[in-house]
């Protein structure tokens, strides 16, 4: 297939070259490196002049850009971005979640390296990679406590680990991915994101091609586009384009789509979806409406009665209110049911959620980056149908060859994700047995020291 043509085999117009003096970040880097090692698999003679013009094509980027990059990697084994200036993060500040993702992946790196990962060191990782945010030390913490790591010491060691529960959330998934994809079943992705119609020319994060999933969150000025939509690894769904105006303001697109609107959506494209499907999402509140709420603590003691009673358990008004959401907890399990995965079983079709924080086991991310790639070159017209138009125009540019290698790279980062769990799981078990959870202290450090 050629460079230019889509999967209909329709001409399409090449990426807009870089403007110079653009920045060319680490991550983007790190992915021309990558993609010119898939040249060489696929065509050991090319010569580099040609995989040089190939990669700027692909990329966006200018030649000279490349060549310098490549040359960098050829003669030192790494990439590096240019000196800016970073961010410094304060308690009012939001960490987006490509940022999110990128720190979880710090801590993972370490036992990727057999080291284990205190505190200390995975701050002084974050503080000095160019492309995140500046932390102190007790905002770290909390950052690390909200991405589900706990801080434990073992005798004189005192490191960060998962929770068991995203541990099993995440092997589960893994485990799951690999045997659909053994048993050849077709696997779609699906996620929603954002567009600022009035600063899009210059807020946009680019994303384009860096192997992650998630840009920066919405800045909550002017008009904005919701934007969802489902691909595979031969491309976007026909007509699975869905883009609405946001009437809020908020800081997270998230609060933006409710469950009706997404189910209105889902439903309408499970019959474009090859049979027996698994569908990949993640674990957002409207993809995540429960069948049937369970009772809580905020129920009325009558109604609690009454829905055990009909699901068949002995309860009275005799009873406390603690015990009777004590009978609840045990059975509510047997209840936890999606109104997604009921919809998608009508339709002889899985749903597979992913762990919280894993963009980039998501493929689509990198698509949506190409889509807000081709809006944001492309924009001259600050109104909200120029914007969709071109947004359906981005879609059209992302091709059966791109979605291929975006899957290509999220079973590379499903692997990295399954020796870190292995080799975490071996180093923690080889120390002696004694856990002292030190999480208590951490928030007595100096919060004006580094």
């Not at 690999?178 to 699906?190: A, N, S, T, V």
Request: charged share 30%.
């Amino acid at each position: 297939m050629g460079e230019n043509m889509d999967v209909q085999g329709r001409s399409l117009s090449p990426p807009n070259t870089n403007k110079r003096g653009q920045v060319v970040h680490k991550r983007e880097r790190i992915v021309i490196v990558n993609l010119y090692k898939d040249l060489k698999v696929e065509n050991p003679r090319i010569t580099k002049r040609e995989a040089h013009a190939i990669l700027s094509r692909r990329t966006g980027f200018g030649i000279f850009s490349i060549k310098n990059t490549l040359l960098q990697y050829e003669n030192t084994g790494r990439v590096t971005s240019p000196n800016q200036k970073k961010r410094r993060m304060s308690r009012n500040h939001l960490v987006d979640e490509f940022d999110r993702n990128a720190i979880r992946k710090k801590v993972h790196e370490f036992y990727l390296k057999k080291e284990f990962p205190t505190l200390k060191e995975v701050l002084r990782a974050v503080n000095e990679d160019e492309d995140l945010p500046n932390f102190k030390r007790t905002m770290f913490w909390k950052l690390l406590s909200e991405l589900n790591f706990t801080y434990v010491s073992r005798r004189h060691n005192s490191i960060l680990i998962e929770r068991d529960d995203i541990i099993l959330w995440r092997r589960n998934y893994l485990k799951a991915i690999r045997k659909f994809r053994k048993e050849g079943r077709p696997i779609y992705y699906l996620d929603e994101t954002w567009v600022n119609v009035g600063d899009v020319s210059s807020k946009v994060k680019n994303t384009s091609l860096r192997g992650l999933s998630i840009s920066s969150d919405p800045s909550g000025k002017g008009k904005r586009l919701i934007v969802l939509n489902i691909g595979s690894s031969i491309g976007f769904v026909p007509n699975g384009l869905s883009c609405f105006e946001s009437k809020k303001c908020t800081a997270v697109y998230h609060d933006e789509m409710n469950g009706d609107t997404f189910l209105e959506w889902f439903e309408r494209v499970l019959p474009s979806l090859a049979d027996n499907a698994v569908i990949v999402m993640d674990d957002a509140p409207s993809h995540s409406v429960k069948l049937e709420k369970s009772p809580d603590s905020s129920w009325k003691k009558i109604e609690i009665i009454e829905w055990l009673k009909s699901k068949g358990q002995v309860a009275d008004m005799s009873m406390l209110k603690p015990e009777l959401l004590q009978i609840v907890s045990l059975i509510k399990d047997n209840s936890n049911k999606y109104v997604t995965d009921e919809k998608a079983k009508e339709h002889n079709k899985t749903v597979l959620r992913l762990p919280p924080y894993h963009c980039e086991l998501n493929p689509i991310g990198m698509a949506w980056s190409m889509v807000k790639d081709h809006v944001k070159s492309h924009k001259t017209e600050f109104e909200i149908d120029d914007v969709k138009r071109l947004l359906k125009e981005g879609v059209e540019r992302v091709t059966t060859e791109h979605w291929g290698n975006f899957v290509r790279h999220v079973i590379e980062a499903e692997t990295k994700l399954w020796e870190s769990d292995q080799i975490a799981d071996r180093m923690i078990d080889d120390m002696q047995p004694l856990f002292i959870d030190v999480n208590a202290d951490i928030d007595s450090d100096d919060e004006s020291s580094d």
